[in-house]
C-alpha cells in the first residue's frame, strides 16, 4: 500500500518521555486506564530481536547498545499509529465527561464542570483558577499535521460515547486519545510534532541508577552498562530534546505518581475540550 498524508482531526494525542525508570510508562497506563477508549502505543514494543543485525555491539562491554534509536523498529511503530490516527472507529472513543470526571477525582478539586441540562458544553470551571488558556504563547498543533501509514491495525478499546446537550446531530462530546510512551519519542520528529502535549520526565544520575539497579532486564544489564552507555545517551538524547523540540513540559520523576498524574490532567481538559470546540465550529 502506498505511503498517504493522514489528518489528526479530532485526536488529542499526549507523549511521554524521559530517563529510564523516570515513571514514564506507570503515568502512560495511568492515563490510558483512566480514560476509557484510548490507545496506548508503548516504544518498548518495538525494541528489534536480540538476534537483529541491525544492533550495535559496545565492543569494551560486548553488549548490544539498547539505549540508541537503531535498536528500535521505529517504521513499524510508525505504521502502528498511522493506522491508529487513520481508523474512524466509534468503539474507541473517550467522552469529555469521562474525561472530567477522572481529572476531578484524581485532583479532588473540581476544577471542571460535566456537560448538564444548563450547558451546550463541557468548559473548565476558571473560577477555580485551573484553566490554562491556550494562546498564541501555548497553541494547539496544526489540526493537519501528518505522518506516514501503510498498514491496518486491530484494536478493541471501551466505547463512552455521550452527546452534548442540545447537539444530538453531530457527536461532538467526545474525541479520541492516543497516549505515546517511550523515552526517544521526541527524538523522532515525526511523533513529536504529532503531540498536543509532550511531557518528559527526569531524574538525576544518583536516582536513575538507584531505581535501574533493582530492575531486572531480559537482556539483563552488563556491569557498566549504566555508566558508559545508558547515562551517557540519556544525557545525549534529552539535550537534543530540551533544544530542538519546543513546549516540552519537563516533570520531576521524584515526585509522587498522584502529582504527577495531576498535572498533566489540569491541562489535557482544557486542551481536550478547545479541539472539541474547534472541530464543532
Known amino acids: ?34 480514560l476509557p477508549g484510548s490507545y ?7 525494541f528489534l530481536p536480540v538476534d537483529s543485525e541491525r544492533h550495535t555491539l559496545i565492543p569494551a562491554l560486548n553488549h548490544f547498545n539498547w539505549e540508541i534509536m537503531t535498536s528500535l523498529d521505529m517504521e513499524k511503530m510508525h505504521t502502528v499509529i498511522e493506522n491508529i490516527l487513520s481508523s474512524d472507529s466509534d468503539q474507541s472513543v473517550t467522552s469529555l465527561d469521562s474525561l472530567v470526571q477522572v481529572a476531578n477525582r484524581v485532583t479532588g478539586s473540581h476544577c471542571y ?38 498498514q491496518p491495525i486491530t484494536a478493541t478499546a471501551a ?13 461532538i462530546s467526545h474525541l479520541r486519545v492516543l ?33 535501574r539497579s533493582v530492575r531486572i532486564y531480559d537482556p539483563p544489564d552488563v556491569p557498566g552498562y549504566f555508566d558508559l552507555c545508558v547515562w551517557p545517551e540519556y544525557e545525549k538524547h534529552s539535550d537534543q530534546v530540551f533544544k530542538q523540540v519546543p513546549d516540552v513540559t519537563i ?8 502529582s504527577i498524574l495531576k498535572q498533566v490532567l489540569l491541562e489535557i481538559v482544557p486542551t481536550a475540550h478547545t ?7
Open 1 to 34: 500500500m502506498s505511503l498517504k498524508h493522514i489528518k489528526t482531526n479530532m485526536w488529542l494525542i499526549i507523549g511521554v518521555s524521559g530517563t529510564t525508570c523516570s515513571g514514564k510508562s506507570t503515568l502512560a497506563q495511568s492515563l490510558h486506564k483512566g
Open 40 to 46: 496506548l502505543v508503548r516504544q518498548d514494543d518495538f
Open 113 to 150: 464542570t460535566e456537560c448538564n441540562s444548563d450547558k451546550n458544553e463541557t468548559f473548565p470551571n476558571v473560577t477555580n483558577g485551573c484553566y490554562k488558556k491556550l494562546t498564541e504563547d501555548n497553541p494547539i498543533p496544526d489540526q493537519s499535521q501528518t505522518v506516514v501509514t501503510d
Open 159 to 171: 466505547s463512552q460515547t455521550n452527546t452534548i446537550n442540545g447537539c444530538a446531530d453531530k457527536q
Open 179 to 211: 497516549i505515546i510512551e517511550g523515552f526517544l519519542i521526541f527524538n523522532d520528529k515525526k511523533l513529536a510534532n504529532l503531540c498536543h502535549h509532550k511531557y518528559f520526565l527526569t531524574l538525576t544520575r544518583e536516582q536513575c541508577w538507584a531505581r
Open 251 to 258: 516533570i520531576d520523576g521524584n515526585q509522587d505518581r498522584t
Open 275 to 281: 479541539l472539541v470546540s474547534l472541530w464543532k465550529n
